[in-house]
């Protein structure tokens, strides 16, 4: 067994080195953010802290601020899909591509992510597993976003496959930005643990929630601050700093 996971994190290695390659196209849709949303459905999370993750993620786009923010966007809005992890090999995009870019399409997304079932019960936790997918799913899509963001979102530390810190970097290298939301409830410190192995890149934080109760407003607080550091006021107040 041990041989195995050996074998299995050399080929993962492998492919995080060689890394997808984004195919230029002249009829992909300018947006001004792609935004992977990856949700932590591994074995530290029961099927209520499942739904809380997920109906809070759906009342976050229907949030007035949120909507705002959306319509404050100058370059055709944002670009989502969301995506379910646990290990190294264990993935699923629930909700695809779409384009939100007012109050009605906001709302259809968020109707999705709402009705989006579970991908798979429980499984390990690799945190670089689902950078990895997440590059995967910026590299395959049709838009051309001017920023593009992996937003991890996960209870613990990554137990299975190479270190976070692998794939973060070669995320970096195509100049995407990881942000991160730890829920603290069973590893108090998973916040700093993220700071140090997870994010990086343009403008990159990490918000933390108390518990699962404490996502929905967590969620709120980060998407905020992820769309508002790209519409063009958040743009000039980063400048001057």
Excluded at 78 to 104: F, K, L, P, Y
């Amino acid at each position: 067994m041990k041989t195995y996971h050996m074998l299995a994190s050399l080929i993962f290695i492998m492919l995080v080195v060689q890394g997808p390659c984004r195919v230029a196209n002249s009829q992909s849709q300018l947006v001004d953010i792609e935004m992977v949303l990856a949700v932590d459905i591994s074995s530290s999370v029961d099927d209520s802290e499942y739904e809380l993750q997920m109906q809070g993620l759906a009342e976050a786009f229907r949030h007035p601020e949120v909507l705002a923010a959306i319509d404050s966007l100058s370059s055709g809005g944002i670009a989502m899909a969301v995506v379910q992890w646990s290990g190294t090999w264990a993935q699923s995009t629930v909700v695809d591509w779409r384009q939100v870019s007012d109050v009605e399409s906001a709302a259809a997304f968020a109707d999705l992510v709402s009705a989006a079932p579970r991908a798979f019960a429980g499984g390990a936790t690799s945190i670089s597993g689902a950078i990895h997918f997440g590059l995967r799913q910026l590299q395959s899509n049709d838009f051309n976003g001017n920023h593009l963001v992996i937003n991890v979102m996960g209870d613990g530390r990554g137990n299975d496959g190479p270190l976070p810190t692998s794939v973060r970097d070669r995320a970096l290298s195509m100049d995407v930005t990881i942000n991160g939301l730890a829920i603290i409830n069973e590893q108090p410190f998973v916040d700093a643990y993220y700071e140090e192995n997870v994010i990086g890149g343009l403008d990159s934080f990490v918000i933390h929630a108390e518990d699962y109760e404490d996502f929905a407003r967590a969620v709120l607080e980060k998407l905020l601050r992820e769309i508002r550091q790209r519409t063009p006021e958040g743009q000039v107040v980063a400048s001057t700093r």
